[in-house]
């Protein structure tokens, strides 16, 4: 990861320039570069095509005394397109050790989205390359942002700087491959945040057991590992406003270390993919990190369901009824919709537990999301209308953009089961509906309105291909979402 | 359909019809007394909707009598209306259902028979279009080919309806070589049709078009579907039958909006003569389109279908109705369509009729990725992507893929592929055929396109000036 500097808005004489430039001419630092070289660089982008479209990009080298500058096209100066061509210069830039941004153009807020964009392009899952030359490996050491509004643009980059270190620890958790990454060593790692002051609890099987947590144990039980609840608590709320009203937010996440389906086992092409069916815990766990990194004047609740599903002689069957944490029973039809049963406990426990202010839970939940919405928007299903406006624009500002799916009583009948309260599968029609349905029910509402929402990421949480602030692979989709919606509703 | 009509009393029928509130829907009562009474559930106070839902289940239930009254004094006159409306819907039957006994005459016993009898000309020829709708899905192929299908709309010109079959060779001159395409492999009994039916209204303002998927069978073509299941494609045309089902609606009230239906009808037919994956076809639109799957073949006939409804009829919407994809019925299951478009007030509008009606729909997108998706390496675009095993979004796909055939004209489409048929009996009806889409299309001209200035398109106005 390279060193960020924001430095006064000064021309370098050598070395690699980046221009993030809007439609029309060559203003400011980049006028001074453009008379440096003798009128070339305005040459060069004619000569490329280079209009300062949004996405435009151009590559110059060796117009002297620079080696090398990059032209990104940001249409019009909005935050957005700044931190997007922050990001495409961090993936540019990986052969170089040094390079300025000339960032005099962008109001500070701009600067340090562009500084954000970078550092999140920038990050590299490679723990597990032994072999790789010095040669292969991004040498980018330090990257300069040139603004005259330095220290307002390091300011307000020091918080975004927190959560794109959130945004990290998820990538990485995400990334991690599952013989190393299952619900002990995952509890593990949620037990480094206590450095960030974040309240770390993690409870075992015997703890879930007491708590009549039967829904997760029964998806736990086929594994050697035992299954794992964490709960995080950041106490960040002025101490003036504790003494009343103000109820924590509760954050849920489904934490599948690994997925093979369990007894109803998934067919072996693709089934490596299901290393991420706990991104949503990922995403949660990198929610806190964000929060507590940056400080947070917000009172966040943070639970995972750690579990590995497991076909062994111990496993879970199709047909067993099990009993969860707020008694309901559940006919388990197909061991391979276990994320639901998992969060079954987790929604009744925490309300039950933090009577929070509301609770948001995220799961890589079904393949039926993807088939209604591809890989660009997660579902969004809630109970309460305020709450799923707030999501969808906290979603919208920092680009993980959620779109809202249905619920209902139709729906919700196709979940009956002629032994039990409900089984956990409702068919193939409407699959992330009855889903929906299902964690619903575990949601009491009964003697005072919860407002929940359920994000169904599984279409999101894993990108096939690069994008510009996201490397292929992980994208941590959800912790920037949830830190802005925090931002906007108990910091505000 | 079910004779209604609306008197003070009316001592004369065999059996009478009782409200009575707390039993469930779908349940009867038969009470004791000298003549037969049967109670149904009902509550009074409920809404126009919950009285339509409790006259169609009580109609779905009963399956005995030929005639009867309905006690409805306690009701006002357009919640008897709402009633009646409910019984109408119930009581069909698929055409050719063998030993049913069904209700053919209703009596509604009501304080106010003049004011019902009016609100009940407001809802009937929804009703009477939406059971067309029905009786046509229910068809099997042999019987509904293309131009059995196409016959039949000739029955419309008595409603005042103008209708207008064009085969090959107009389609040839057209250039509609996606319909053609996929009409390709069908036997002589169901070539490729483009039906056009028009209804003048009143108002001066261009048409709000219609287009109808119309595919009468649908083997899935080249690339074949599995026999598990195949039958039920015989309803692969319920789109096109949506379509024919509201324009006669709108012309038995009498409606002031001009409205176009455009029907593609063809069967896609595994024959010698079929398209293949592979091929490139060009469109009435001039754009070539890359055949990935055979089976995605409602797409390809919508193209040329909704291409022609523009150039043809510049309308001021056009809405497109198909059973278009197995991807919306996952997404949405069997109680919602899947509402795409290009424009926020028709797809609000469209979904505020379809709530009022009881035929629900829910907003899916069209994002950057799913068009650019659709880039093929060797025609303007392709019209799906290949199946590899993995969860793709075909309904949207399906809709980016129409949406690049409707240019600025405000555009929606309703994939109501899991809504066409019911397994079972659902709050409209009974198992079967439903006829989803008359009554909200019916709905939206009403609420939305009988008068001249009513949110008009960018450019109607222009258009308009251009015909006087």
Known sequence: MPDFAFVKATLPRTGVLVLPLPEGGLGGLAAEADALTGGALTRALEAAGFKGRKGQQANLYGLAPYSRILALGLGTVTEEAAEAAGGTAAAALATEREATILADGLPAAAAARLALGAKLRAWRFDRYRTTETAEDKPKLERLSIATAEATAAKQAFAPLSAVAEGVFLTRDLVSEPPNILHPISFAERCRELEKLGIEVEVLGLKELRKLNFGAMIGVAQGSQHEPRLVVMQWKGAPKARKGGVAKPICFLGKGVTFDTGGISIKPAGGMEDMKWDMAGAGAVVGAMAALAGRRARADVIGLVGLVENMPSGTAQRPGDVVTTHSGQTVEVINTDAEGRLVLADMLSYAQGRFSPRCMIDLATLTGAIIVALGHEHAGLFSNDEDLASRLQAAGASVGEKLWRMPLGDAYDKQIKSDIADMKNVGGRPGGAITAAQFLQRFVDSKVAPMPWAHLDIAGTAWSSKDQPTIPKGATAFGVRLLDRLVAEMAEG | ?468
């Open chain 2, 1 to 468: 359909m079910l004779a209604i009509r609306f008197r003070r009393r009316g001592a004369e029928a065999a059996c009478r019809l009782e409200p009575e509130p707390g039993l469930p829907f779908g349940q009867l009562r038969e009470r004791p007394g000298a003549t037969r009474r049967i109670g149904f559930g009902l509550d009074a106070a409920a809404g126009p909707r919950a009285h339509e839902q409790a006259g169609a289940a009580a109609a779905v239930a009963l399956t005995d009598l030929r005639e009867a009254a309905l006690e409805a004094h306690g009701v006002g006159p357009s919640q008897a209306a709402w009633l009646a409306a409910g019984f109408a819907l119930g009581s069909w039957r698929p055409p050719g259902a063998p030993g049913l006994t069904r209700l053919k005459r209703l009596t509604v016993l009501t304080d106010q028979p003049g004011a019902a009898e009016a609100a009940w000309a407001g809802i009937a020829p929804g009703v009477e279009g939406c059971l067309l709708a029905r009786d046509l899905v229910s068809l099997p192929a042999n019987q509904l080919t293309t131009r059995a299908f196409a016959s039949r709309l000739e029955a419309l010109a008595e409603v005042g309806i103008a209708v207008d079959v064009w085969g090959r060779k107009r389609l040839a001159r057209a250039g509609l070589g996606a319909l053609l395409a996929v009409g390709a492999g069908a036997g002589p009994a169901s070539p490729p049709r483009l039906a056009i039916l028009r209804w003048r209204g009143r108002i001066a303002a261009p048409p709000v078009a219609f287009v109808g998927k119309g595919l009468v069978f649908d083997t899935g073509g080249v690339c074949i579907k599995p026999a598990r299941g195949m039958a039920a494609m015989r309803a692969d045309m319920a789109g096109a039958a949506a379509c024919v089902g509201a324009m006669l609606a709108l012309a038995r009230r009498q409606s002031a909006a001009p409205a176009v239906a455009v029907l593609a009808l063809a069967e896609n037919a595994t024959g010698a003569a079929s398209y293949r994956p592979g091929d490139v076809l060009r469109t009435g639109s001039g754009r070539t389109v890359e055949v990935v799957d055979t089976d995605a073949e409602g797409r390809l006939v919508l193209a040329d279908a909704l291409h022609q409804a523009i150039v043809g009829h510049a309308p001021r919407a056009v809405i497109d109705l198909a059973t278009l994809t197995g991807a919306v019925v996952t997404a949405l299951g069997h109680h919602r369509a899947g509402l795409f478009g290009n424009d926020s007030a028709l797809m609000a509008a469209i979904a505020a009729a379809g709530e009022a009606v009881g035929e629900p729909v829910w907003p899916l997108p069209i994002g950057d990725a799913h068009r650019t998706d659709l880039r093929s390496d060797i025609a303007d675009l392709r019209h799906c992507l290949p199946a590899a095993g993995r969860p793709l979004p075909d309904a949207s796909h399906g809709a980016a893929f129409l949406e690049a055939f409707v240019g600025a004209t405000p555009w929606a489409h309703l994939d109501i592929a899991g809504v066409d048929t019911q397994r079972a009996a659902h709050a409209g009806g009974p198992a079967g055929a439903t006829g989803f889409g008359v009554r909200l299309l019916d709905r939206l001209v009403a609420q939305r396109f009988e008068s001249e200035d009513h949110h008009p398109p960018p450019g109607a106005s222009s258009l308009r000036a251009a015909s006087a």
